[in-house]
Structure formats: structure tokens, C-alpha cells
């Protein structure tokens, strides 16, 4: 499933950079497939262990394996770094003649890796819960958390089970797909993000999913019962 998976994301790559308007004729020459794996291999800056807010430090640490004094052969001699940055500007997932929020130049990617999860059978025990990808870059996804162990970065809504294995997950945006499919309640925005990552858990199959107060309440807990899915949930005290 593992090479099956990297070959679509590889393929997506690119025939939605190909499809870019704005990319300069000849600019995809030779071999496609091999020169995308390539730019996919090389370490970027945000890999780093140290995270910079510099948008100009990002593209020092780009060059530097190609810099005579950090020079590595296995990259260097393959590509030239005016090659390597010309594609990079170029990649995409998507259209973004069609995106209408911030999240849809990467939904494509996000659908797939969705996909790949959701064919390991779940879990009988599961939390949904909110999570951080630590990020430090100029992105408009970007939120910012003074009470969370990494204070920047992308959040994530989770659907994970006991052995920490994620089988559903939602990436929080200013401008998130908050649209119910029919038969579904309106239960409230942080409820419905329950009901959402619920969606591919199997009916009446005794599952069990967890979450806190943030997310809970007795509408919720009465609608995943007619699903066939268990709840346990913390509530704030009614007066």
C-alpha cells in the first residue's frame, strides 16, 4: 500500500505542476517522474532542527548543499541549484484557480493520506482530540498556542486509538469545510467536528470514542448512540 501511495502523491505532484498556468514553457524537460522524486529526497529548511521565521535564512540552508564548503555529491551532481529552485517554485497539488479556502491547495494530499489511514481497520478504542504540528513558517494556517508544548503550528483534529495510530484527522482553518451530509444534526462547531471525524468509523460495531469537554455534549452523545458507536465524554457542570 506504501509504494501504491507514493506513486499517486508522486503523480498528482506532477500533473497539477504541469497544469500551472503561470509555469514557464520548456520548464518540465526530460524526466519528470525522476526530477519531482528528486526535489521530494532533498532535506528543505523547515526539516531543520532549528526553525527560522527568515524567509532569506530558508533559502540559505536550500543552497548550502550545493555551498563548496557543505557541498554534498549526491545532490549537487545531480541537479544544478538554478534547476532545483525553478521546480520547486512551480510545485503544486492543485488547482488554484478553483481553491476557496486556505486549506485546498493541499486537500488533495490530505485526501489521500486520509485514504491510506482509513484502509487499517479501526480500533475499538478511540479519542478524538486536538494535536500541533510544530511549524515556525510564514503560512496563514499557522496558529499560535501559549499553553501547548509547541506554541506554533499547524492544528490538527484527530482520530486516533490506543495504539496512537491515526484513522481520521481535519486540518483547523479559518475557513474549514463545515458542510453536514445529509441525515447529519447541527450540533454546535465543536460538536460537529466530532461528527465529522466519526464519519468513516463502521456502524454498530461496539467502537468507543473518547473526548473532553470542549467537544461534548448530551445531543452529541445521544446521536452517536444511533450510530452504534459509544461515548465517553466529559461535561461542564450544569448549574
Known amino acids: 500500500m506504501s509504494l501504491t501511495f507514493a506513486k499517486k502523491?508522486?503523480?498528482l505532484r506532477i500533473q497539477t505542476t504541469m497544469d500551472f498556468p503561470e509555469i514557464k514553457p520548456g520548464a518540465f524537460y526530460g524526466r519528470k517522474r525522476v526530477e519531482v522524486q528528486f526535489i521530494r529526497g532533498i532535506p528543505s529548511d523547515?526539516?531543520?532542527s532549528e526553525l527560522s521565521d527568515d524567509e532569506d535564512q530558508g533559502e540559505i540552508k536550500n543552497r548550502r548543499h550545493w555551498a563548496a564548503g557543505t557541498r554534498i555529491?549526491?545532490?549537487a551532481d545531480v541537479m544544478p541549484i538554478n534547476r532545483f529552485?525553478?521546480?520547486k517554485r512551480f510545485i503544486h497539488f492543485s488547482d488554484n484557480n478553483s481553491?476557496?479556502?486556505n486549506t485546498d491547495k493541499i486537500e488533495p494530499v490530505l485526501n489521500q493520506i486520509r485514504t491510506a489511514c482509513q484502509k487499517i481497520p479501526f480500533e475499538e478504542h478511540l479519542s478524538c482530540d486536538e494535536q500541533i504540528i510544530p511549524f515556525k513558517g510564514r503560512i496563514s494556517l499557522r496558529t499560535y498556542n501559549p499553553k501547548k508544548p509547541h506554541k506554533w503550528g499547524?492544528?490538527?483534529?484527530?482520530?486516533?486509538?490506543?495504539?496512537?495510530f491515526t484513522s481520521n484527522f481535519e486540518l483547523c482553518s479559518n475557513k474549514a469545510d463545515l458542510t453536514l451530509v445529509p441525515g447529519e444534526p447541527n450540533l454546535g462547531a465543536a460538536s460537529n467536528i466530532i461528527v465529522r471525524l466519526c464519519r468513516?468509523?463502521?456502524r454498530d460495531m461496539n467502537h468507543k470514542v473518547y473526548y473532553d469537554?470542549?467537544?461534548?455534549?448530551?445531543y452529541l452523545l445521544a446521536y452517536l448512540q444511533k450510530l452504534g458507536i459509544q461515548s465517553v465524554a466529559t461535561l461542564d457542570q450544569i448549574a
Do not use: C, H, R, W
Not at 154 to 163: A, E, P, Q, T
Not at 213 to 218: A, C, E, G, K, V
Open 99 to 101: 481553491a476557496t479556502k
Open 46 to 48: 523547515s526539516e531543520d
Open 154 to 164: 499547524y492544528k490538527m483534529y484527530i482520530l486516533s486509538g490506543v495504539s496512537g
Open 200 to 202: 468513516p468509523i463502521p
Open 85 to 87: 529552485e525553478e521546480l
Open 9 to 11: 502523491l508522486i503523480d
Open 213 to 218: 469537554n470542549y467537544f461534548s455534549s448530551l
Open 73 to 75: 555529491p549526491q545532490i
